[in-house]
């Protein structure tokens, strides 16, 4: 931070001068703090590489000499089983129509479930009467083992996508639900009062104060909460489906095909990373205002 | 007096205590603030400073007595009225230059209006070049600059002040003192100043309101006749300051005794 107080008052401070030029030795320390950030990248990554390669390896030598292969199967009958989906198909046809079939489910009960919950959070968050009246409400709501609620769907809206969205939206909704309603709750009294005296209606205080406060704890939510979706999408086809991930699964563990459920897995966990990645770059873009977290500072 | 923005008719403010009782913040308090006039408040540490400026600005409602702002009783947030928390209110997902057009945006004016207004009083706190950054890449001092542009972008007849800078460290202090004593002259704006510093009250108002250990009412009122412009590090040194101070410190000592005495009671 520059030191700008001694500097004297307005008109002279220039944040351009905080990066006065650097001399060499600074140069020279910012280089070879670089090149020690790269080589301790690529240690972790080699490391991480030897871990993947020694549990395959120990798991594929096992399931050749010791293990029944059977009940266990290997890495090299998952990854046969991988290939023979994305270049033949599956069971149920084309494995990129089981792919969409769950994304569409899971994205949709994830966006319809955000929606209610933060739309709901914070709409209790501000309203003691409003979140008294409810509270035994949705502590019941929240002891029910909601993933059972699948079974329920089925009945309600058959086997076709509604019903996995519906599973996907209940185990959503109170991930998000909790958080927007904690973050609505614990916006800073002080800024609202500030914006209060600035000029702010009950309107604008929801949406320049409680809704940007509130937005760190919903966004945090997001993270578990898509993978809650996809959980209840698969879980949704699980118990009756005639598409999807989850049939795919339950098909390979009524066929006793141990490769097919592991291989199911991997096509889900590639998701579930990818749906992350992009709620990451989603957050930091949303909270490029807060100070970087602690630690983050390269030592030099 | 014709041209008393603020007064207060015997207002008192009491609270639910958490331990069930009930806790009287002030009481009977009967003041009043010309326009013009620079008034700072001094008394114990807790006794109620900050309730009376929430009672003017209409965030609290007096239990009993009537707070009237330029003439009528406050109901809700009475119109020119401007506050400065002793906390930042500086929003942190905001860079400074909307923090600072946030009050004429609340007020209903363009994004552009707003903004280039906002961009002069960033100016005048000193901040230019800051724009567009946002409040954890400023210093303490800065967060009060923006505080500041923020609540005089709004050209408040009345300001407000909670202990604005007693968060900063002693130059920084000094300096902001000053900075205010600038922005403020030629307003014609009343100024409600709370602080537990002594020094601080005498150095930047025309008029002390010495307040009693809780619950706080008014114990004295002390003009300041010290001329203005000043320069608040050079005046403390000036022998008349000195003798204002003493003046007002007899008064006061007893109240902060009262206060630590309670307080330790209260500890023990």
């Given at each position: 931070m520059?030191?700008?107080?001694?500097s004297g008052?307005?008109g002279?401070?220039s944040?351009a001068?905080a990066k006065a030029?650097l001399?060499?030795?600074?140069?020279?320390?910012l280089t070879?703090?670089?090149?020690a950030?790269?080589?301790?990248?690529?240690?972790?990554?080699?490391?991480?590489?030897?871990?993947?390669?020694a549990w395959?390896?120990s798991w594929?030598?096992?399931a050749?000499?010791?293990?029944d292969p059977?009940y266990y199967s290997?890495p090299?009958?998952?990854w046969s089983?991988?290939?023979?989906?994305f270049?033949?198909g599956t069971?149920q046809?084309?494995?990129?129509?089981?792919?969409?079939?769950?994304?569409?489910?899971?994205?949709?009960?994830?966006?319809l479930?955000?929606?209610?919950g933060?739309v709901?959070g914070i709409?209790?968050?501000?309203?003691?009467l409003?979140s008294d009246?409810?509270a035994?409400?949705?502590?019941?709501a929240?002891?029910i083992?909601r993933?059972?609620?699948?079974?329920l769907?089925?009945i309600w809206?058959?086997?076709?996508m509604?019903?996995k969205i519906?599973?996907?939206?209940?185990?959503?909704?109170?991930?998000?639900?909790?958080?927007?309603?904690?973050g609505?709750?614990?916006v800073?009294?002080?800024?609202?009062n500030n914006?209060?005296?600035?000029g702010?209606?009950?309107?604008?205080v929801?949406w320049t104060?409680?809704?940007?406060?509130?937005?760190?704890?919903?966004?945090?939510?997001?993270?578990s909460?898509f993978g809650?979706a996809l959980?209840g999408a698969v879980?949704g086809?699980?118990?009756g489906?005639?598409?999807?991930?989850g049939?795919l699964?339950?098909h390979a563990?009524?066929?006793?095909?141990?490769?097919?459920?592991?291989?199911?897995?991997?096509?889900i966990?590639?998701?579930?990373?990818l749906?992350?990645w992009?709620l990451?770059?989603?957050?930091?873009r949303l909270?490029?205002?807060?100070?970087?977290?602690?630690g983050?500072?390269a030592?030099i | 007096?014709a041209?008393?923005?603020?007064?207060l008719r015997?207002?008192t403010k009491?609270f639910?205590?958490?331990?069930?009782?009930?806790h009287?913040?002030?009481h009977?308090?009967t003041?009043t603030?010309a326009?013009?006039?620079f008034?700072a408040?001094?008394?114990?540490?807790g006794?109620g400073?900050s309730?009376t400026?929430s009672l003017?600005?209409g965030l609290?409602?007096?239990?009993e007595?009537?707070?009237l702002v330029?003439g009528?009783?406050?109901r809700?947030i009475p119109?020119?009225v401007?506050?400065?928390?002793q906390?930042?209110a500086?929003l942190p997902?905001?860079?400074?230059?909307?923090n600072?057009a946030a009050?004429p945006?609340?007020?209903?004016?363009?994004?552009?209006a707003?903004?280039?207004k906002?961009r002069?009083w960033v100016?005048?706190?000193g901040l230019?070049?800051?724009e567009g950054y946002?409040?954890?890449q400023?210093s303490?001092g800065m967060r009060k600059?923006?505080?500041?542009?923020?609540?005089?972008?709004?050209?408040?007849?009345?300001?407000l002040m909670?202990e604005?800078f007693?968060a900063?460290?002693?130059?920084?202090r000094?300096?902001?003192?000053?900075?205010?004593?600038?922005?403020?002259?030629?307003?014609?704006?009343?100024?409600?100043?709370?602080?537990?510093?002594?020094?601080?009250a005498?150095a930047?108002?025309?008029?002390v309101i010495?307040m009693?250990?809780?619950?706080?009412?008014?114990k004295?009122s002390?003009?300041?006749?010290l001329s203005r412009?000043r320069?608040?590090?050079?005046?403390?040194?000036?022998t008349?300051?000195?003798?204002?101070?003493r003046e007002?410190w007899?008064?006061?000592r007893?109240e902060?005794?009262?206060a630590r005495?309670?307080?330790?009671s209260?500890?023990?």
């Amino acid at each position: 931070m520059p030191s700008v107080w001694n500097s004297g008052l307005s008109g002279e401070l220039s944040p351009a001068t905080a990066k006065a030029a650097l001399g060499k030795p600074d140069r020279q320390a910012l280089t070879s703090a670089a090149t020690a950030h790269r080589r301790r990248r690529i240690r972790v990554w080699a490391i991480r590489v030897a871990l993947v390669v020694a549990w395959l390896g120990s798991w594929e030598a096992a399931a050749t000499y010791w293990i029944d292969p059977f009940y266990y199967s290997k890495p090299s009958a998952v990854w046969s089983k991988l290939v023979d989906w994305f270049t033949v198909g599956t069971s149920q046809g084309s494995i990129w129509e089981q792919i969409s079939v769950t994304m569409q489910e899971a994205v949709g009960g994830f966006v319809l479930g955000a929606v209610a919950g933060v739309v709901l959070g914070i709409l209790l968050g501000r309203s003691r009467l409003l979140s008294d009246i409810c509270a035994p409400f949705i502590k019941a709501a929240n002891a029910i083992p909601r993933i059972v609620l699948a079974s329920l769907f089925v009945i309600w809206f058959g086997l076709e996508m509604s019903s996995k969205i519906a599973t996907a939206f209940v185990l959503v909704f109170f991930a998000v639900f909790f958080n927007a309603f904690q973050g609505a709750r614990e916006v800073d009294r002080n800024l609202v009062n500030n914006a209060r005296i600035l000029g702010a209606s009950q309107a604008q205080v929801l949406w320049t104060i409680v809704v940007p406060s509130a937005t760190s704890w919903i966004l945090a939510s997001l993270h578990s909460a898509f993978g809650f979706a996809l959980i209840g999408a698969v879980v949704g086809e699980f118990t009756g489906a005639d598409k999807g991930l989850g049939l795919l699964i339950n098909h390979a563990q009524g066929t006793f095909d141990a490769a097919g459920i592991y291989a199911g897995m991997i096509v889900i966990t590639v998701i579930a990373l990818l749906a992350e990645w992009l709620l990451t770059a989603l957050e930091g873009r949303l909270l490029k205002w807060r100070p970087p977290a602690a630690g983050a500072e390269a030592q030099i | 007096m014709a041209d008393d923005v603020i007064e207060l008719r015997g207002a008192t403010k009491r609270f639910r205590s958490t331990s069930g009782g009930i806790h009287t913040a002030v009481h009977d308090l009967t003041m009043t603030v010309a326009a013009n006039e620079f008034v700072a408040v001094v008394g114990p540490t807790g006794c109620g400073k900050s309730t009376t400026l929430s009672l003017v600005s209409g965030l609290e409602p007096p239990s009993e007595g009537e707070v009237l702002v330029a003439g009528s009783p406050v109901r809700g947030i009475p119109d020119g009225v401007g506050y400065m928390f002793q906390n930042d209110a500086v929003l942190p997902w905001r860079s400074v230059l909307d923090n600072v057009a946030a009050g004429p945006r609340y007020r209903g004016e363009s994004r552009a209006a707003a903004r280039a207004k906002a961009r002069t009083w960033v100016e005048r706190v000193g901040l230019a070049g800051f724009e567009g950054y946002y409040p954890h890449q400023l210093s303490g001092g800065m967060r009060k600059r923006v505080a500041l542009a923020q609540t005089l972008v709004n050209e408040p007849s009345i300001l407000l002040m909670d202990e604005p800078f007693s968060a900063l460290d002693v130059q920084t202090r000094a300096l902001m003192q000053d900075e205010l004593l600038r922005l403020w002259s030629g307003t014609g704006a009343a100024v409600v100043f709370v602080t537990h510093d002594l020094e601080e009250a005498i150095a930047l108002a025309d008029r002390v309101i010495v307040m009693t250990a809780s619950p706080a009412t008014i114990k004295g009122s002390f003009p300041v006749p010290l001329s203005r412009p000043r320069d608040v590090e050079e005046l403390r040194l000036s022998t008349e300051f000195l003798e204002i101070y003493r003046e007002i410190w007899e008064s006061l000592r007893e109240e902060v005794e009262k206060a630590r005495k309670g307080n330790a009671s209260r500890a023990a």
